[in-house]
């Protein structure tokens, strides 16, 4: 038996990777009668003559949007227009991140379509996620990039049309993944990329996903949501186990008001308990 990565899942063939070598791999059907299903990064044993995977390795962590396993690093993929610039839904993401114990690091793209203005107002957006301690960086700046991602298992995430195949052929012109204009009519971008795979660059385990429209947190418990909020921790309320929405004195409510914590980041976290 072998022990290798799955790298690439289309239909019921895993490709699998050990070294420099690549194996064509299907699951047993044992996998199925225990409702278990391998997953793009997984670590399996395989049998290198009948090209059946045998046992998945325990895995660090999972994600299902998009469907993957043992990450180090996501980037969340972030459009400011085309489509839109969604708070809620980056704010969303992060949570489901770091409730996965990834590290989310976040990547602007499309800046050259906003106006100046627009733009004074993303650099504002950007500084404030900086100070709350996530790396930051925009899609035009690939070498700072490059540089934090050495060595890492990295999975790039984001709604669809945010540009997640642009910046990964950035990274490397000769992978020339297939990307698409934003369709106007919606507003919003086409599926381009159908399958997870992993691709190796600049020494760095990189996977490229569909791309979604809506995230689900429900697994998740109001507790755990409430603290993905790092700017919460700062402040001890006077209510023991307070969640910040309904008490009249709430320490966090007053940093809201005060403009210290971001509204919109307050508002979101609201949205999000409603799950």
Known sequence: ???????????????????????ECKARGKFRNMGLTPLVGDMVLFD???LYILKLLERKNKLDRPNISNIDVALIITSVKKPQLSLLLLDKQI??????????????TKLDLLSNDELKEIKKIMKYYKKLGYKVFKNTKIKPLIHVLKKKVVVLTGQTGAGKSSLLNKFDQNLNLKTAEISEALGRGKHTTRHTEFYFVYDILIADTPGFSALDLKDYSKE???DSFPEFSKYTCEFKNCFHDKEQNCK????????????SRYENYLQLLKR
């Open 48 to 50: 290198e003559q009948s």
């Open 224 to 226: 755990e949501i409430r």
């Open 1 to 23: 038996m072998l022990t290798g990565r799955i790298i690439k899942n289309i239909s019921d063939v895993y490709t699998v990777k050990v070294g420099d070598n690549f194996y």
């Open 95 to 108: 949570t489901n991140i770091k409730l996965n114990n990834i590290e989310p690091i976040l990547v602007f």
């Open 252 to 263: 966090i409510k007053k940093q809201v008001e005060e403009g210290i914590i971001w509204r």
